[in-house]
């Protein structure tokens, strides 16, 4: 008996995402949260640090190492390390059994092409998998979110994450109407990085950008006006050099992007059939992912639509949570999984 349970605890899911890689273990749950960054010798092509450790490394490399985030966009940019990473980290999750084959599931954007999604596949069956299904994003996020996603009404979901924005009306285990955009968290990092080009001829690094949107980043003007400093080289004279920014600066520079994601809301919410739309009004909107806890974001689709809008307990592991669930109920929750092209 113990035999076979060893064999079904090693189902897991996935959520491959641009900035984070999740992965949930069955019967154990979340197992692994690390940033998608590897650092790669270039001379040796060895692996010299994955995750956090690499995520540190972005931007103070030496010439022979760089840290790459294979994943750019929700998608997979750079395939070679992408599989890398992904058998690194299932291996780490299965320590002692390497000869392990787990089913797997992967959460993968809406918007994603054919071709895209059979990489994503051939990636984890390289990294070791014996059976790979996928299931979209937005699906994922709002089983994570705990909406009855399998119930006869509507469930409206916004899961913002860092390479995407995906929004989602899902009914009867199924996507109504989906939109994906490729805006997300790191669009917001960009546009902090041009801001301080632009304003004080500064260059700032990627992991800067990212620490100034999560102290002070805003999408709603509000009434307390908070600074900080940032630090970066100054374009003119190339010397390090500090500058102070408020509240006010970055949610003007985080204007556009946030205007897209409030936009894909609009669009979806315009693509909703009429009775749907009547249970959104009761039920309201699930705003999750990374992206989500940027302040004021909830206030601002509030605003926009006029919908109640919830902001998900667990908005970093929705996904991979409910990727999770659909390994602990396999049988039941089959339904949602995308399925297998025709050959």
Do not use: W
């Not at 909406?147 to 995906?166: A, F, I, Q, R, S």
């Amino acid at each position: 008996m113990g035999n076979k349970l060893a064999f079904l605890g090693r189902d897991m899911a996935v959520d491959l995402g641009t900035a984070n890689t999740l992965v949930y273990v069955r019967g154990r749950g979340i197992v692994l949260n690390e940033p998608s960054v590897v650092a790669i010798n270039t001379v040796t092509n060895k692996i010299v640090a994955v995750g956090i450790e690499a995520k540190r490394m972005i931007g103070r490399t030496p010439g022979n190492i760089v840290a790459v985030r294979p994943l750019k966009d929700g998608v997979i940019a750079d395939f070679d390390v992408t599989e890398r990473m992904l058998r690194y980290f299932i291996q780490r999750v299965h320590r002692r059994r390497q000869f392990a084959k787990p089913r797997i599931i992967v959460a993968v954007p809406s918007g994603i092409t054919g071709v895209e999604q059979r990489a994503v596949k051939e990636a984890a069956y390289q990294a070791g998998a014996r059976k790979v299904y996928i299931i979209e994003e937005p699906m994922a996020a709002a089983i994570g979110a705990g909406l009855p996603v399998h119930e006869p009404t509507g469930n409206m979901v916004v899961d913002v994450g860092g390479g995407t924005t995906e929004v989602a009306i899902i009914s009867m285990g199924g996507i109504v109407t989906s939109r994906s955009i490729r805006v997300g968290g790191d669009e917001l990092d960009q546009a902090v990085i041009t801001f301080a080009k632009k304003e004080y001829s500064l260059m700032l690094g990627e992991r800067t950008a990212e620490e100034i949107k999560i102290a002070i980043g805003t999408a709603c003007p509000t009434e307390e006006e908070r600074h900080a400093e940032i630090r970066g080289r100054d374009l003119v004279s190339g010397l390090p050099k500090t500058i102070v920014v408020s509240t006010e600066e970055i949610r003007k520079a985080t204007e556009e992007p946030v205007n897209n994601i409030v936009d894909a809301v609009k669009t979806t919410l315009d693509k909703c059939p009429p009775e749907l739309s009547g249970d959104l009004m009761d039920r309201g909107i699930a705003l999750t992912g990374g992206g989500a806890l940027l302040r004021g974001l909830d206030e601002r689709l509030r605003d926009e639509t006029g919908m109640p809008i919830h902001l998900v307990d667990n908005a970093l592991d929705s996904v991979v949570l409910g990727s999770g669930q659909c390994v602990e109920d396999f049988d039941a929750l089959q339904q949602v999984l995308v399925p297998e092209p025709r050959h």
